[in-house]
């Protein structure tokens, strides 16, 4: 068995579809399947059962996945070990973050970390709490970045940053005329909000709640890029970070309104899987974020 061959047996797996894992690898369709049958040929058994609609894994291929998986990261990590003893930082970190701060909070120190150590390859990608969770667990990231960061037995937490929440409104809403609004002033308003499995919106939940201030939830939507958009088109009003209004932002009418008698502050954090190899990109990017707590450059 080749490990190319793997590859694609596992992309395949997962997509369930030859077109897309074509198009992934940079291969024709009749690659992928020749591989998938000279692999099959090498077996002895049928992995897949395909039809005209569908491609799904018979019972031997199901059998073969979790090694199949097991085997490839072992050969990422194999990579990653003979490029430690290479004096230049080179090689892939896979970075998950939640929008509302990889928009507006990593940028910066993403630049900082490139022109330091432009032989790395750095993969960003954009997903909720949950799924950052989820793909650290699984492997599939090096490091996750969240807001109201959770240790877990398997996760480490570290302080990434702290951002405060103010009020986001249109110019033509009566606070954009005001510097700043008590909570209470807030009782009744149209809100567009997070959704209730977002961290951010729990927290905010929690303060309305503990002061008795009841809104009017219009929308739900876990993208901040959308939400701000509602905003400006006066669908309603939203409690979201500072950093997250822009001058475009400003440009199209949005404004931001600090809360006067409450400051809402929000936690961001770097996690990472525990006792899990880290290898030189990935503590260089960590330092990055986090340099008054380095990482153990002991693995």
């Known amino acids: 068995?080749?490990?190319?061959?793997?590859?694609?047996?596992?992309?395949?797996?997962?997509?369930?579809?030859?077109?897309?894992?074509?198009?992934?690898?940079?291969?024709?369709?009749?690659?992928?399947?020749?591989?998938?049958?000279?692999?099959?040929?090498?077996?002895?058994?049928?992995l897949f059962h395909r039809t005209t609609r569908a491609v799904t894994l018979l019972e031997a291929g199901q059998k073969l996945l979790?090694?199949?998986?097991?085997?490839?990261?072992?050969?990422?990590?194999?990579?990653?070990?003979?490029?430690?003893?290479?004096?230049?930082?080179?090689?892939l970190v896979r970075?998950?973050?939640v929008h509302s701060v990889g928009l507006y909070e990593l940028p910066a120190y993403i630049k900082k970390f490139l022109q330091k150590f432009p032989?790395?390859?750095l993969r960003i990608e954009y997903r909720t709490s949950d799924d950052i969770y989820r793909e650290l667990l699984a492997g599939d990231i090096d490091v996750g970045i969240v807001a109201y960061p959770t240790e877990m037995s398997r996760i480490e937490t570290r302080p990434f940053a702290t951002d405060d929440l103010a009020i986001?409104?249109?110019?033509?809403h009566p606070f954009a005329k005001k510097k700043s609004v008590e909570l209470a002033e807030l009782a009744g308003q149209n809100f567009v909000q997070f959704t209730e499995e977002t961290p951010t919106r729990r927290a905010t939940d929690a303060v309305l709640s503990e002061h008795g201030v009841v809104v009017n939830v219009r929308t739900e939507c876990d993208n901040i890029e959308v939400l701000k958009q509602m905003i400006?088109?006066?669908?309603?009003?939203?409690i979201l970070p500072r950093n997250s209004l822009t001058g475009n932002d400003r440009e199209a009418g949005l404004r931001m309104i600090d809360l006067k008698d409450i400051k809402i502050e929000r936690p961001l954090g770097i996690l990472?899987?525990?006792?899990?190899?880290?290898?030189?990109?990935?503590?260089?990017?960590?330092?990055?974020?986090?340099p008054k707590a380095p990482t153990n450059t002991a693995n």
């Open 272 to 290: 990472l899987l525990k006792n899990a190899p880290r290898f030189k990109a990935m503590r260089a990017f960590v330092d990055t974020l986090s």
């Open 168 to 172: 986001v409104c249109p110019k033509d």
């Open 95 to 97: 970075v998950a973050s």
């Open 232 to 238: 400006e088109i006066g669908y309603g009003i939203a």
């Open 1 to 46: 068995m080749e490990l190319y061959q793997l590859k694609l047996f596992v992309d395949l797996a997962e997509k369930k579809n030859f077109t897309q894992v074509a198009n992934e690898n940079y291969v024709t369709q009749a690659a992928v399947t020749l591989q998938i049958r000279k692999l099959e040929s090498e077996l002895g058994v049928p």
């Open 66 to 91: 979790p090694y199949a998986t097991q085997m490839l990261k072992l050969s990422d990590e194999a990579k990653e070990i003979v490029r430690e003893t290479k004096t230049e930082v080179s090689g």
């Open 119 to 121: 032989g790395v390859n």
